[in-house]
């Protein structure tokens, strides 16, 4: 029987990576996708505490949330404002009970952290720009990996490979018609900041 040296186990066991075999390599590691939770529990927060900023935050989604609870939350939303329904602590916290997601949003305490974790609904704009900004990084990572994976699969003709690219960025447009929106929401709301300075007395009513 042939035992191989220490080295040669060594240098067997520490075979290099092969970037055919084992596809890309990044050189920064990425912890976690793009997202601010803090951003979306604000943003929840803001519709608890009023519901009138459910029509002002405009067309957040579910897919927009990185955290499935609050997801889950917003779909609650939704779902009694649909009913005619007022938006409160008790009023969601049965309609997640009823669809069997209360627990799993961690009950009527977690709603209540919510609300406190927002003292006041008058940014709740701002809340959801950001929540919308991270979606659609988001967005963009999935296309980009979608477009990787085809890549490297060798398994698959570049005719094949290419077409999917194009239903890719296909996509992508989408995400830039949301990121314009955002960029002409937060320039809307800069210009309407520099008129307060300028003119205190006109936004605030003084006589």
Same mark, same amino acid.
């Given at each position: 029987?042939?035992?191989?040296?220490?080295?040669?186990?060594?240098?067997?066991?520490?075979?290099?990576?092969?970037?055919?075999?084992?596809?890309?390599?990044?050189?920064?590691?990425?912890?976690?996708?793009?997202?601010?939770?803090?951003?979306?529990?604000?943003?929840?927060?803001?519709?608890?505490?009023?519901?009138?900023?459910?029509?002002?935050?405009?067309?957040?989604? +579910?897919?927009?949330?990185?955290?499935?609870?609050?997801?889950?939350?917003?779909?609650?939303?939704?779902?009694?404002?649909?009913?005619?329904?007022?938006?409160?602590?008790?009023?969601?916290?049965?309609?997640?009970?009823?669809?069997?997601?209360?627990?799993?949003?961690?009950?009527?305490?977690?709603?209540?952290?919510?609300?406190?974790?927002?003292?006041?609904?008058?940014?709740?704009?701002?809340?959801?720009?950001?929540?919308?900004?991270?979606?659609?990084?988001?967005?963009?990572?999935?296309?980009?990996? +979608?477009?990787?994976?085809?890549?490297?699969?060798?398994?698959?003709?570049?005719?094949?490979?290419?077409? +999917?690219?194009?239903?890719?960025?296909?996509?992508?447009?989408?995400?830039? +018609?949301?990121?314009?929106?955002?960029?002409?929401?937060?320039?809307?709301?800069?210009?309407?900041?520099?008129?307060?300075?300028?003119?205190?007395?006109?936004?605030?009513?003084?006589?």
């Amino acid at each position: 029987m042939l035992v191989l040296p220490s080295s040669a186990k060594f240098h067997r066991q520490k075979r290099g990576p092969n970037p055919r075999r084992d596809g890309p390599r990044m050189t920064t590691p990425i912890t976690s996708r793009p997202n601010n939770v803090e951003a979306e529990q604000a943003v929840l927060g803001s519709v608890l505490i009023s519901e009138v900023c459910l029509s002002e935050i405009g067309d957040i989604t +579910e897919s927009d949330f990185f955290l499935h609870k609050h997801a889950f939350v917003w779909r609650s939303f939704l779902t009694l404002r649909s009913a005619g329904t007022e938006i409160d602590v008790l009023t969601v916290s049965e309609s997640l009970a009823r669809a069997g997601k209360l627990s799993e949003v961690g009950g009527a305490s977690y709603l209540t952290q919510l609300i406190n974790s927002c003292p006041t609904s008058i940014h709740a704009a701002d809340y959801a720009a950001i929540v919308r900004e991270e979606s659609a990084r988001r967005a963009l990572l999935d296309r980009a990996t +979608e477009i990787a994976r085809a890549a490297y699969d060798h398994n698959k003709p570049v005719a094949e490979i290419c077409a +999917e690219a194009v239903v890719s960025f296909g996509r992508l447009a989408e995400v830039k +018609e949301r990121a314009e929106h955002i960029s002409a929401f937060t320039g809307a709301l800069a210009e309407q900041i520099d008129e307060a300075r300028k003119n205190p007395r006109d936004i605030f009513g003084i006589p």
